[in-house]
């Protein structure tokens, strides 16, 4: 645009055709950037006045039950329960895990993306790495789901199966031997979703984490495509992928998790998220393969 505006004062000689064209570059810089950024604006507006609003009343009634995120979202029992047949043997595995208090705590580098709520300021949102070292600071009993050990359980986190580039190799993470059956069904469910697609190397499997705005680095840098879904049964928590809100709620979506800032939603109730893709360094590794190998 600013090339076609430019070139309009080259052309000297021809002052007529000169406005006729800028006239066409502001329409086409008010059409394709103006408008969809306004439209974008409002909608932003829109949604923190709501936000600003459920705030407010949380903070007026002193109540130790009621969250932003419930006050703006709708009630729980508004979704079904059902779950579609594809998921059903992958949320058997997680709710076994979960119920069992043996999921894997998250890796610190992980847990700088992720967002956890303060005890001693319930509206509050932090690292769960800043809420990991404050809780390893207390005498008192512990209260960070991320100051177990692993193995121990806890509220919320994330752990990988399948490979993971290390030492110049990919190297198998411990959810491979912790939780073969589950690490099997999930490979299975890609290939179910997605018949067309590559098989992945790895799957970062979470249960209820919220994500800040980030793009994926370290051992994600220069993976493939992403292939994300949610299961359970909760109300928000919808996929953010440039600005762009997707519900991933038993529908799986493809993304590029390193060149596009992505983000979860405020939830509420039981969110599990399945995260498929392969690292630079394992390259032609297959996860379903190392399953078969077990």
């Not at 950037?33 to 974008?40: D, I, V």
């Not at 508004?78 to 043997?89: C, F, G, R, W």
């Not at 939603?265 to 078969?292: H, M, N, Q």
Request: with cysteine; aromatic share 8%; charged share 25%.
């Amino acid at each position: 645009i600013m090339r076609s505006w430019n070139l309009c004062d080259n052309d000297v000689n021809v002052p007529d055709a000169n406005s006729s064209r800028r006239l066409g570059t502001c329409e086409k810089w008010m059409t394709d950037y103006l408008e969809p950024w306004s439209q974008k604006a409002k909608q932003q507006l829109v949604e923190y006045r709501k936000w600003k609003k459920a705030r407010d009343t949380v903070e007026e009634s002193n109540s130790t039950s009621m969250t932003v995120a419930a006050k703006l979202l709708p009630p729980l029992e508004s979704i079904s329960s059902d779950v579609p047949k594809l998921y059903e043997k992958v949320l058997f595995y997680l709710r076994e895990i979960n119920s069992s208090n043996t999921w894997p705590t998250t890796t610190p580098k992980r847990q700088l993306v992720m967002v956890s709520s303060d005890n001693d300021k319930r509206y509050e949102q932090t690292s769960l790495a800043v809420s990991h070292m404050r809780t390893q600071s207390l005498k008192t009993e512990r209260q960070s789901a991320y100051s177990f050990r692993e193995g121990e359980g806890g509220a919320s986190g994330s752990f990988s199966v399948g490979a993971m580039p290390g030492g110049g190799q990919c190297e198998e993470p411990k959810g491979n031997k912790l939780f073969p059956e589950l690490m099997k069904a999930a490979f299975e469910l890609e290939i179910a979703l997605r018949p067309d697609r590559e098989p992945s190397s790895t799957i970062a499997i979470n249960r209820n984490a919220q994500f800040r705005p980030h793009l994926d680095n370290g051992a994600g840098a220069g993976q493939s495509r992403s292939l994300i879904v949610g299961l359970g049964t909760y109300v928000g928590g919808e996929l953010m992928v440039e600005g762009k809100q997707h519900c991933i709620r038993y529908k799986p979506l493809e993304f590029n998790g390193w060149t596009e800032r992505h983000w979860t939603k405020e939830f509420v109730g039981e969110r599990y998220s399945l995260v498929w893709f392969t690292p630079k360094g394992c390259e032609g590794v297959r996860g379903i393969d190392l399953c078969a190998q077990g």
